[in-house]
T-cell receptor, first 114, second 109 residues
């Protein structure tokens, strides 16, 4: 069974802390994505990667960075967490085909910044 | 700008049929996707339309009209487990997914 695993389901951090969110997929997918999901808004793309060591900014990259050192792992980093980064973070992966809209999602990481 | 509209919430009765609409205005079009998301869980892929017409998959069907910028998801023989949010997303000319805010479907006995 295909699987995308996110390291933490729930995190509580303080303002200014550095936060790492880890995502691992076991499907040998080329594409990986980080989204945030907030009530009343559609999924918003933070960063994505089409290959190892490659990253591209999404719609809302400010305050975030990413790392993809291995094909199966895509990490999201909040250098200095702020309260407006309280959200549900979803990692996803997909094959590198033209039908790149079929994504496989992880369970999500709910981050609260106090 | 790019925009996807779908109703915020809908209510339907177990055993009935419900249609969830989605209208879109995007920079280009490379396909429309529907996802299901149960509360507290990850979204899961339901359907994909790139040509006009109806795609049927068991109790679920999805329709697309590219000229009208319109799609709907049809759920038949509703079951309590169909209570979830349904997300509409369009793949734009840059092969980026643009997401609607989702429709929360409540099924009543």
């Amino acid at each position: 069974d295909v699987k995308v695993t996110q390291s933490s389901r729930y995190l509580v951090k303080r303002t200014g802390e550095k936060v790492f969110l880890e995502c691992v997929q076991d499907m040998d997918h080329e594409n990986m994505f980080w989204y945030r999901q907030d009530p009343g808004l559609g999924l918003r793309l933070i960063y994505f990667s089409y290959d190892v060591k490659m990253k591209e900014k999404g719609d809302i990259p400010e305050g975030y960075s990413v790392s993809r050192e291995k094909k199966e792992r895509f990490s999201l980093i909040l250098e200095s967490a702020s309260t407006n980064q309280t959200s549900m973070y979803l990692c996803a992966s997909s094959y590198r085909t033209e039908n790149t809209g079929e994504l496989f999602f992880g369970e999500g990481s709910r981050l609260t910044v106090l | 700008g790019q925009n996807i509209d779908q109703p915020t919430e809908m209510t339907a009765t177990e055993g009935a049929i419900v249609q969830i609409n989605c209208t879109y205005q995007t920079s280009g079009f490379n396909g429309l996707f529907w996802y299901q998301q149960h509360a507290g869980e990850a979204p899961t892929f339901l359907s994909y339309n790139v040509l006009d017409g109806l795609e049927e998959k068991g109790r679920f069907s999805s329709f697309l009209s590219r000229s009208k910028g319109y799609s709907y998801l049809l759920l038949k023989e509703l079951q309590m487990k169909d209570s979830a949010s349904y997300l509409c997303a369009v793949l734009d000319s840059n092969y980026q997914l643009i997401w609607g805010a989702g429709t929360k479907l409540i099924i009543k006995p």
